[in-house]
């Protein structure tokens, strides 16, 4: 099994900065996605940003240009950069892990997720 662990989420105003962290650890033989997603109360969980292990990226429009996904391979860990936080990000945000364990099976593994709260 993949465990995640996300931190860095908390309180912000709006127009200012947060950075989120998420380190995976367990049965890994390759990551080759690394997300960030995030869900509010009563809303479906949705999409924010994702990162290849070639780099490759992926934001929603709701948060491009503003936020920023990086990773460090070596090190199991994403980064999510939210800049010019708007009230609307407020949400739960969750860190995901897709790849393979050791013995070549697939894994897809979620954090706990860590609360973001933007006030106006």
């Known amino acids: 099994q993949v465990q995640l662990v996300e931190s860095g989420g908390g309180l912000a105003q709006a127009g200012g900065s947060l950075k989120l962290s998420c380190v995976a650890s367990?049965?890994?033989?390759?990551?080759?996605?690394m997300g960030w997603y995030r869900q509010v109360p009563g809303k479906q969980r949705e999409f924010v940003a994702t990162?290849?292990?070639?780099?490759?990226?992926n934001y929603s429009d709701a948060v491009k240009g503003r936020f920023a996904i990086s990773r460090d391979n070596a090190k199991n860990t994403v980064e999510l950069q939210m800049n010019s936080l708007k009230p609307e990000d407020t949400a739960v945000y969750y860190c995901?892990?897709?790849?393979?364990?050791?013995?070549?099976?697939?894994?897809?593994?979620w954090g706990r997720g860590t609360q973001v709260t933007v006030t106006s």
């Open positions: 990162i290849s292990s070639g780099g490759g990226i």
């Open positions: 995901r892990a897709v790849g393979l364990s050791r013995d070549y099976r697939g894994n897809d593994a």
């Open positions: 367990g049965d890994i033989f390759i990551i080759n996605d």
